[in-house]
């Protein structure tokens, strides 16, 4: 194997660093860089809700073998999270037996006062708002169906409540950086960092796993290029439907292993099947796993000390 890549720093083997719930395939927005609603339209997402028993399945997978190897649990989506009717149970869950820090992802727009309130009270570790613009007409043609303004004063006053209860909840706030948005980095980063949050994170875009094949992505040159991609070594997904996933970027189902009803992420996560997926990433030979061998994304991911992502963030938190 190849030393630049395996496990290390963050990377565990014992279990992975990140779990990742998609709670949901329902979504009240319809982003341009988001392949939502073409697949709805095509049924492959098909609108499920997580089964609330498989959180609690995770949970307590995690407390057993997740304490000095997983950095977090992330509630996220294929859709907004807060539109759960379980969540915020989920969540306090979560946070109260995982023994693990806890964070949840939302667009920002079902956040109103009783609903902060309320996930203030679960006891996450950090919220993380997806906003991706800094004027009122670029967030209109990105975050289709959605308003800015409503948007941000949610999240003015999510901090302003946090700051009043005296909370250690990280609040960031995140920007997709794209075409229609690139010249608003600096303004948004200097906003968000002047109101109070604790973090912008400016992501990079992705090509959802091939799903989106934006002009300035070279797909084609970035398969021939390939390098390992990080995910095999950090991440897992728990998807909506209750399949267990590798890849947190495949909305269409072809990164699904196996149904977690019948199996438990340990054993996944040790079995013959990621360990051939790793060798594959390593020696670039894809074959047997088709959804990687079309996807570039792997060029977006960040091995540790190679770059700063998105779980550098979170080892900071957890400092």
Known sequence: MNDNYGFYDRLKEEFPSQIIVDVTEVCNLSCTHCPHARYEKLNILNRNF?????????VEEVKKYGKGNTQQIRYTANGEPLVHPKIYEMLKYAADYSETFVSVTTNGTLLNEN?????????????????????????????????????????????KLKNDLKLDTKIVVSFVEQKLNKDEVKEFENYWESNGVDYVIIRKLHSAGGANNYGNVKLNECIQKREPCVYPW?????????????????????????????????????SEF????????????????????QCGDWAKTTWPNKGRGYGDMINDFNK
Request: charged share 20%; with cysteine; glycine share 6%.
């Open 234 to 270: 950090e991440r897992i997904m728990l998807t909506a439907k209750g399949k267990l996933s590798y890849c947190p970027n495949c909305w269409d189902g072809g990164a699904e292993i196996t149904d977690y009803r019948n199996t438990n992420i340990y054993d996944v996560w040790h």
């Open 50 to 58: 997580l089964d609330i028993s498989l959180n609690i399945k995770l």
């Open 115 to 159: 609903n902060v309130k309320t996930l203030l009270g679960t006891g996450v570790n950090l919220i993380d708002i997806s906003i991706d613009a800094f004027y009122d007409e670029t967030y209109l043609k990105i975050r289709k169906n959605g308003n800015l303004q409503i948007t941000r004063n949610n999240v003015l006053n999510l901090i």
């Open 274 to 293: 990621y360990k051939n997926l790793r060798k594959s990433n390593i020696s670039a030979n894809l074959m047997d796993f088709s959804f990687c061998n």
